[in-house]
């Protein structure tokens, strides 16, 4: 069904390409017009199957575990960079950050889409609210220690911890 969706697109914007410079004094308003709601068929088809396949209860529930595997695996390792983060160089934190942390961001966010459909629109705002202030904080302390600002490094890895612990909160208490 994808396949055929993307292939109407195509043909809906080729065809209407073409029925426009078919002629050079007017344009063939039927044909065109034909072709663009050839394309919009193939869009509408698109979404259908986008929006189907990702509210499959198995899709649905593959990405709940990732999420949920992900959170916890940032939270514990904030924890563990908190714990240690005297005896860390401050310019070593962005390599922490990314060694530890790049991969749980990435899985997260790609399965964000998942809540919405097992959650409800509210509950996934919550959930996502909370794990985008601590996303930020992340990348600040990145950011900070690439520049080599110490005493930011510090403040946005409490910052962070909260605002992570809030999203694992707000997913457990989703999750049930």
């Known amino acids: ?26 344009v063939a308003w039927l044909p065109y017009l034909a072709a663009l709601a050839l394309g919009f068929v193939g869009i509408v088809m698109l979404k259908r199957s986008h929006h189907a396949g990702a509210s499959d209860a198995h899709h649905v529930e593959g990405n709940l575990g990732t999420l949920e595997t992900a959170l916890d695996s940032i939270c514990r390792n904030l ?17 922490e950050i990314d060694r530890h942390f790049r991969e749980d ?3 997260f966010a790609d ?11 509210q509950a996934y705002a919550d959930i996502m609210s909370a794990f985008a202030a601590g996303e930020r904080y992340i990348n600040r302390v990145w950011t900070a220690s690439a520049d080599g600002y110490i005493d930011e490094v510090m403040a946005y890895l ?5 605002q992570f ?9 989703q999750r049930g």
């Open 1 to 26: 069904m994808k396949a055929l969706a993307i292939f109407l697109i195509i043909a809906g914007f080729v065809l209407g390409a073409l029925f426009t410079v078919l002629s050079v004094e007017t």
């Open 79 to 95: 924890d563990e960079l908190v714990g240690r983060r005297d005896r860390v160089p401050p310019h070593e934190f962005r390599f």
């Open 105 to 107: 961001l990435t899985a």
């Open 111 to 121: 399965a964000r889409e998942s809540m919405q459909h097992a959650f409800g629109l």
């Open 158 to 162: 409490d910052k962070a911890q909260r």
């Open 165 to 173: 612990a809030e999203a694992r909160e707000a997913f457990a208490e």
